[in-house]
């Protein structure tokens, strides 16, 4: 009633009607039903827009999951990556050198430093730019040859058996990948689109710009991330690796204390290097009470006689007999 009652707060006060008194006006009676109209229309307007977002959302989810059902059906992929090679080739170069541009406006520098930080390798780009007449679709198809040359030679020398699982495994775990950040990038979008309403724009139709050119950048680096990963891979056969020498494992003792749960052991372990650090003479001196009773050496274990498996130790390391010299 406050937002939607035009003003019934204000009619309420001046009549001077308590909060707790029935109201049977058939004013206040059309008030009300006016205003839960307004409310109903306007969380049926936002469900709509919400479905509306949905929508957008859901078209993309399609043409991913369906994408993904191909990978998975596919027994190989190799074609699919051949593609992505291609166009990916094709869209640096559009990139670096537009069509119809002079070749003072060409990128040569960048276009360079891009493949070879993709393919691990580079290409003599600077050279056929300066041959004499040379024009991008030239570029292009020398450099797609290149690049199929390159990536032929990689499947010899990992092998094409496994070199089909690979490319199966990469492409559905980078699709995988790039799909979930692009579902987050999308939540945000929606979450601060509505803001583009005080531009008189309308959010909907922002949105639906802003998922198409999203998911556009997605495909983009599915491409890239997927022939960066193929070309760069190194594989390690067990033939390969170095054997590693087996070592025992150390036995350790250990004795938890029923009340606290902590190492007995460790613990006297860690209070005797402490002790350790004061010299032998710092040992001699904190004999313990068995020792000095029964008057023995402590220097001299053999002398010692029979000492309880729970006694300290007459070294004065601060272990029980069992953890120091009852060990041995």
Request: net charge neutral; with cysteine; hydrophobic share 40%.
């Amino acid at each position: 009633m406050r937002i939607f009652g035009d003003g019934m707060e204000k009619m309420l006060k001046r009549f001077g009607i308590k909060p707790d008194e029935s109201i049977e006006h058939p004013w206040f009676t059309k008030a009300v039903e006016t205003a839960q109209k307004k409310v109903e229309q306007r969380n049926y307007d936002i469900r709509k827009n919400l479905l509306k977002f949905d929508d957008v959302i859901n078209d993309q989810r399609k043409a991913i999951y369906d994408q993904r059902k191909e990978f998975m059906a596919a027994s190989e992929v190799d074609d699919i990556v051949a593609d992505m090679r291609d166009q990916l080739v094709n869209d640096l170069v559009a990139e670096h050198i537009p069509p119809k541009s002079y070749a003072e406006q060409w990128d040569v520098e960048g276009l360079s430093k891009k493949l070879e930080d993709i393919f691990g390798r580079s290409f003599p780009v600077a050279d056929w730019a300066r041959e004499e007449g040379v024009a991008d679709n030239e570029i292009a198809e020398k450099l797609t040859a290149a690049v199929t040359d390159h990536a032929a030679k990689r499947a010899a020398e990992i092998g094409p058996d496994v070199m089909r699982r690979i490319e199966k495994s990469i492409l559905l775990h980078v699709l995988d990948g790039n799909w979930r950040e692009h579902l987050q990038m999308l939540d945000h979008l929606r979450s601060v689109v509505w803001m583009r309403g005080h531009a008189q724009r309308d959010p909907i139709n922002e949105f639906k710009t802003e998922a198409f050119a999203l998911f556009e950048s997605l495909l983009d680096g599915l491409r890239r991330d997927v022939t960066r990963m193929l070309m760069r891979i190194q594989i390690q056969r067990p033939e390969d690796a170095a054997p590693q020498p087996q070592t025992p494992r150390r036995m350790v003792e250990s004795h938890a204390n029923p009340q606290t749960g902590e190492n007995e052991v460790a613990l006297a372990e860690a209070a005797a290097r402490q002790r350790g650090k004061r010299g032998a003479s710092a040992g001699i001196g904190t004999m313990t009470g068995f020792a000095r009773a029964q008057g023995v050496d402590v220097t001299k274990p053999e002398t010692w006689g029979t000492v309880p498996r729970n006694a300290p130790c007459p070294c004065g390391s601060g272990l029980k007999y069992k953890a120091c010299h009852g060990k041995i």
